[in-house]
């Protein structure tokens, strides 16, 4: 149980495009799933955090206008990368966790989605 | 700002050998602590979790953690590790009151057969 589906694995696009990035819950509802980017030999950077039907929260330092998270259901988060430059290439990842108290369910990972902007 | 610090950012054993990685976080208040593992080519899997109680907590596949207080510590432990658990490894904290984790920077395991 508890598995993250992460969509697509792999995006090689222009400069200039808008990359679209799907996380679906598919056996749970996700009140709250979060959007990580990962640097080569670095630990995850959360960018967001976003519960299911509000604004999502960002961490100091992600510009939203570039990063669009939307949380329309409990099952599926998009993260859009807009105008997606070079320097945005990385390893994307998204998490789900389930109903319950605030830190008290574990977090369920994507496959992550490895961007990568010529 | 609370933070996790992973000590050891390689590790190389051999098939057998006892393994003991480490962990440390600063945060004052009441947490909850995680080890998360990532194979290659997958994603990640929570291996443990602290939440209250016994401080010694048993994981999956033969590993567990010891949650010491006083020294802001959560280590992972193995008595004997083997090829299969070569991977990446990531200590996690959750502070009460604080709607996410923060991850330390990963220990890359490897195990020689």
């Known amino acids: 149980g508890a598995v993250v589906s992460q969509h697509p694995s792999r995006v090689i696009c222009k400069s200039g495009t808008s990359v679209k990035i799907e996380c679906r819950s598919l056996?749970?509802?996700?009140?709250?799933m979060f959007w990580y980017r990962q640097f080569p030999k670095k630990s995850l950077m959360l960018m967001a955090t976003s519960n299911e039907g509000s604004k999502a929260t960002y961490e100091q330092g992600v510009e939203k206008d570039k990063f669009l998270i939307n949380h329309a259901s409990l099952t599926l988060s998009t993260l859009t990368v807009t105008s997606a430059h070079p320097e945005d290439s990385s390893f994307y990842i998204c998490?789900?966790?389930?109903?319950?108290?605030?830190?008290?369910?574990?977090?369920?990972f994507g496959d992550g989605t490895r961007l990568s902007i010529l | 700002a609370q933070s996790v610090s992973q000590h050891n950012h390689h590790v190389i054993l051999s098939e057998a050998a006892s393994l003991e990685l480490g962990c440390n976080y600063s945060?004052?208040?009441?947490?909850?602590l995680f080890w998360y593992v990532q194979y290659p080519g997958q994603h990640l899997q929570l291996l443990l979790k602290y939440f209250s109680g016994d401080p010694l907590v048993k994981g999956i596949k033969g590993f567990e953690a010891e949650f010491i207080k006083s020294k802001f510590s959560f280590n992972l432990r193995k008595p004997s590790v083997q090829w299969s658990d070569t991977a990446e490894y990531f200590c996690?904290?959750?502070?009460?009151?604080?709607?996410?984790?923060?991850f330390g920077a990963g220990t890359r395991l490897a195990v020689h057969p």
């Open positions: 998490s789900a966790r389930g109903l319950g108290s605030d830190g008290n369910q574990p977090q369920h």
């Open positions: 996690a904290v959750n502070a009460w009151g604080y709607n996410k984790l923060i």
């Open positions: 056996d749970f509802q996700a009140t709250t």
């Open positions: 945060y004052g208040g009441t947490v909850n």
